[in-house]
């Protein structure tokens, strides 16, 4: 009787010491990053604003850490923000291939010839920010449930009847507004979405922007985010391999 005593007791102590690594373990798949997902939209913001921060050299670190864990079948999409959902361009996409054997080899050269394919990567010199309509454009090609969608944007948004630069709207309105254009719903469940390019600097003939409008943009985004029922990192530096 004693020793089944002693058992229940080891049993019931394995078990509070079993469960804060079960909870870590939870955590840690919750928190997956970016650089697990297996498609990568990137959506590149080249307007005057936008200070060229989607640039080569951000493209090709963002490339790299994709190419990292990229299997058959994996792709990686580059599209330039335009001034309506019609006005999104296709600026690069590739997509890994079936290997031949042997694999290991193959793999290599592959990679090898992404690399200078990459960085040789067209960028136009100029662009529009109907940011929320290129968003919603990209996120109709989703497909696979463990996508990530990167906006490389410094969120001044500019359609034909909103100016982030000059006046940022009230959330209510604005996801009224987005609704109404029937674009103020998009599906990104299971998907990662990173921002990064959130710059306070000064564009081309325009002043800085007030630190109470960075505020209020920045609130703005992720409240339309929140109504899409996903939450989203706005960082100004991009770091495609910390997240």
Not at 8 to 32: D, N, V
Not at 163 to 185: D, M, R, W
């Amino acid at each position: 009787i004693h020793g089944n005593g002693a058992v229940k007791q080891l049993i019931t102590k394995l078990k509070y010491l079993a469960l804060p690594l079960i909870l870590l373990l939870l955590i840690t798949l919750g928190c997956s990053s970016i650089a697990s997902a297996s498609d990568w939209f990137i959506l590149c913001d080249r307007s005057s604003s936008s200070l060229n921060i989607c640039n080569k050299d951000a493209l090709r670190k963002a490339f790299i850490v994709w190419l990292q864990d990229a299997a058959t079948g994996d792709k990686f999409e580059v599209f330039g923000i335009g001034g309506d959902v019609y006005d999104v361009k296709d600026i690069y996409s590739v997509s890994v291939p079936k290997f031949k054997t042997p694999v290991t080899k193959s793999k290599a050269q592959w990679k090898k010839y992404m690399m200078e394919d990459i960085n040789s990567i067209n960028l136009p010199a100029g662009g529009k920010s109907a940011i929320f309509h290129a968003i919603w454009r990209v996120s109709q090609k989703i497909t696979q449930k463990d996508s990530a969608l990167i906006l490389i944007s410094d969120l001044r948004h500019v359609d034909k009847r909103y100016n982030f630069e000059k006046k940022v709207p009230g959330s209510k309105e604005f996801i009224k507004y987005l609704k109404e254009h029937g674009i103020g719903q998009i599906n990104l469940t299971g998907h990662k979405l990173y921002v990064c390019g959130f710059h306070p600097n000064a564009s081309v003939n325009t002043s800085a922007p007030t630190a109470n409008t960075l505020v209020q943009a920045k609130s703005l985004w992720e409240e339309v985010f929140k109504s899409w029922g996903i939450k989203v990192l706005i960082q100004e530096e991009c770091h495609f391999v910390s997240l």
